[in-house]
């Protein structure tokens, strides 16, 4: 086993709840096994500025509930050139910083094979991403929490809608990928579903409106995600408007409080689970490989599967939403 004497820890792209569970995890594991942990604020633009932060047991106490990321993110266009990573290079060297453990989604994973192929420096990462998109694994740290908000939202955007007969379209996120809309539509029993993943079929959509109308449905949910091809959830309303002006439209953006709030118990879990197996895959010699789930088992998968394979939605869940909403 590779014994290190310092490994560094960032969290990178959008934040997810759970991603400071995850940062506990790692500082922990690593002072289980002698390793110091040194935190790496604003993630690969902080690797850049050498913003680093010593981290203690005590520092990633009473954090396993926060959402956020303590060690904080942000986007870098310097650490996209040769010159700013070389730099990050040496302030990791001059810092003693022997292996790095990064926490995101795809945009960080790819920065770490980059920087971990120019410089032979060993990186494991964490998915850290609500969209849940990442090939490899099955589930991201996030996506549970990110779920729930949504269910938690339209629940009670369903009391008002059922109280003045209305259609709401709710626009979620999932700029490239559906899974937080087909997976919170089915569990809010939303009438309809539009995701990047599946050709929009509006001919059907207003088939079903039209038979709702005339069975008298008091309200009407349809959750889009915002890459979807129609445009989002107000080009979509607007399109629908046009051929069924008899219905009360109204269109609710959820925007960031997706990202916000407490994770979920289920978030904490395979955040402490990933953030351990990424301590024990460096020990392991492991490097450019994510740590993920698979069939609830932790797997290692190569950074350039999980950035250049995608991962797809399961279609059989929209047949599925037909038929509970016979």
Avoid: C
């Amino acid at each position: 086993m590779t014994k290190f004497k310092r490994i560094g820890v960032l969290t990178s792209g959008g934040d997810a709840p759970g991603m400071n569970a995850a940062i506990r995890a790692v500082v922990r594991a690593g002072l289980s096994n002698n390793i110091n942990i040194t935190g790496i604020i604003r993630g690969y633009d902080g690797l850049v500025n050498g913003e680093f932060r010593e981290m203690s047991s005590r520092k990633v106490s009473n954090i396993i509930h926060r959402g956020g990321t303590i060690l904080k993110s942000a986007r870098s266009e310097a650490f996209r050139t040769q010159e700013g990573r070389y730099k990050s290079y040496r302030n990791l060297i001059e810092e003693g910083i022997e292996a790095l453990i990064v926490i995101g989604g795809d945009g960080t994973f790819t920065g770490a094979r980059i920087f971990g192929e120019e410089y032979d420096f060993p990186i494991v990462g964490i998915p850290g991403t609500i969209d849940n998109d990442l090939f490899g694994t099955d589930m991201t740290i996030g996506f549970d929490t990110a779920i729930n908000t949504v269910v938690e939202a339209v629940d009670k955007i369903r009391d008002t809608a059922s109280s003045h007969e209305r259609l709401f379209f709710i626009e979620v996120m999932g700029k490239d990928a559906g899974f937080i809309a087909l997976r919170a539509g089915i569990a809010t029993g939303a009438e309809a579903i539009f995701i990047p993943e599946v050709q929009t079929e509006l001919d059907d959509f207003e088939s079903y409106l039209f038979n709702g109308s005339n069975q008298r449905k008091s309200s009407n949910i349809v959750l889009v995600a915002e890459g979807d091809e129609t445009g989002g959830a107000f080009k979509l309303a607007d399109k629908v408007k046009i051929k069924f002006p008899q219905y009360d439209m109204r269109v609710t953006i959820l925007g960031h409080i997706q990202r916000g709030g407490s994770p979920s118990a289920y978030d904490r879990y395979i955040a402490s689970r990933l953030g351990v197996a990424a301590i024990e895959a460096l020990m392991d010699n492991q490097r450019s490989i994510m740590v993920g789930l698979k069939h609830k088992e932790i797997d290692h998968i190569p950074f350039a599967q999980t950035i250049k394979h995608h991962k797809e939605a399961d279609k059989t869940l929209m047949a599925l939403l037909k038929t509970l909403n016979y």
